[in-house]
């Protein structure tokens, strides 16, 4: 069975300074991972996945994530954070094809000005 | 392109009453998706929808829920009788066949509360 372990429920940067949401997974196959984010009242809009390949890669907003398969991480990262990235961010992963998705509880992220 | 429509987008019910949800995926999309998101936690899958036929429903409480596809397009989530433990965000996700390890396109959700 799969899964997604997000540690962190709470993670608050200053803006203009990096930020790392964390992900781990554990999956049988290949692994095939994504982030989402939610802002409030909204539903979820993706940003990121990994299929096949370079281990970094480039999303919407800025947002990048690295794929570690030693580590079963797919961090979320971004240079400089903006305020208006204060959101819910979802980490979620699938084994194959069209199989559902399946997500991590979620970390809040907060950007103080 | 239009995205996933849901409706409606609140919705507040007393415990044992019915209650059901829409979903229109986006034109083209063969797979859909009901998502039950509670409050602190990620979206948990429902059911999931490949033209008219069921998937996978193993995560569907079936003796209170069920959902339809029958014309392969848009789908119904029901909900009889509700329990206060049902309070909810119910997301709708859709996504093409054919298109390898596409992400899932998601609506705005309904939120349910059950009093």
């Known amino acids: 069975a799969q899964s997604v372990a997000q540690p962190e429920d709470q993670v608050n940067v200053a803006e203009g300074n990096p930020l790392t949401v964390k992900c781990t997974y554990s999956?049988?196959?290949?692994?095939?991972l994504f982030w989402y984010v939610q802002y409030p009242n909204r539903g979820l809009q993706f940003l990121l996945k990994?299929?096949?390949?370079?281990?970094l890669v480039k999303g919407s907003y800025g947002f990048e994530a690295e794929f570690n398969k030693s580590q079963t991480s797919f961090h979320l990262k971004k240079p400089s954070a903006l305020v208006s990235d204060s959101a819910l961010y979802f980490c979620?992963?699938?084994?194959?094809?069209?199989?559902?998705?399946?997500f991590g509880k979620g970390t809040r992220l907060s950007v103080i000005a | 392109e239009a995205g996933v429509a849901q409706s409606p987008r609140y919705k507040i019910i007393e415990k044992r009453q019915s209650v059901a949800f829409w979903c229109n995926p986006i034109?083209?999309?063969?797979?859909l998706y009901w998502y039950q998101q509670i409050l602190g936690q990620g979206p948990k899958l429902l059911i999931q929808?490949?033209?008219?036929?069921?998937?996978?429903d193993s995560q569907l409480p079936k003796d209170r829920f069920s959902a339809e596809r029958l014309k392969g397009v848009d789908s119904t989530l029901k909900i009889q009788p509700a329990k206060l433990e049902d309070s909810a965000v119910y997301l709708c996700?859709?996504?093409?066949?054919?298109?390898?390890?596409?992400?899932?396109?998601f609506g705005q959700g309904t939120r349910l509360t059950v009093v």
């Open positions: 996700a859709s996504s093409p066949v054919g298109v390898p390890n596409t992400e899932a396109f």
């Open positions: 999956v049988s196959g290949n692994p095939y």
């Open positions: 990994y299929i096949t390949g370079d281990n």
């Open positions: 979620a992963v699938r084994d194959s094809g069209n199989t559902p998705l399946v």
């Open positions: 034109s083209g999309h063969a797979t």
């Open positions: 929808f490949q033209n008219n036929g069921v998937v996978d």
